[in-house]
Nanobody, 113 residues
């Protein structure tokens, strides 16, 4: 399994960004896909994930601002991030669980105040 993430960048507070991730290899619609983030000096934490039945889970701090979506036919997952805050600044990682964890290369999101 390989994950290729794109998107990210620098944005002012209140702005929007969209992250996308394409999965290749033995991925099925039953596998969980999602996004984690890691801020400097902190642990990697879940941002959002989506299941095979389009059930989405969000960490509390992004609820109402971020939306995760998935194209099951193309094995892609996206994260639309609105109303960004400086505390959203982190490296964002695409993630798939298929018998074990798979991670994308990480993409930097920086939100300036």
């Amino acid at each position: 399994v390989q994950l290729q993430a794109s998107g990210g960048g620098l944005v002012q507070a209140g702005g929007s960004l969209r992250l996308s991730c394409a999965a290749s290899g033995s991925i099925s619609s039953s596998n969980l896909m999602g996004w984690y983030r890691q801020a400097p000096g902190k642990e990697r934490v879940l941002v959002a994930r989506i299941s095979s039945i389009r059930s989405a889970t969000y960490t509390d701090s992004v609820k109402g601002r971020f939306t995760i979506s998935r194209d099951y036919a193309k094995n892609t997952v996206s994260l639309q991030m609105n109303s960004l805050r400086p505390e959203d600044t982190a490296v964002y990682y695409c993630h798939v669980y298929r018998f074990k964890d798979y991670w994308g290369q990480g993409t930097q999101v920086t939100v300036s105040s």
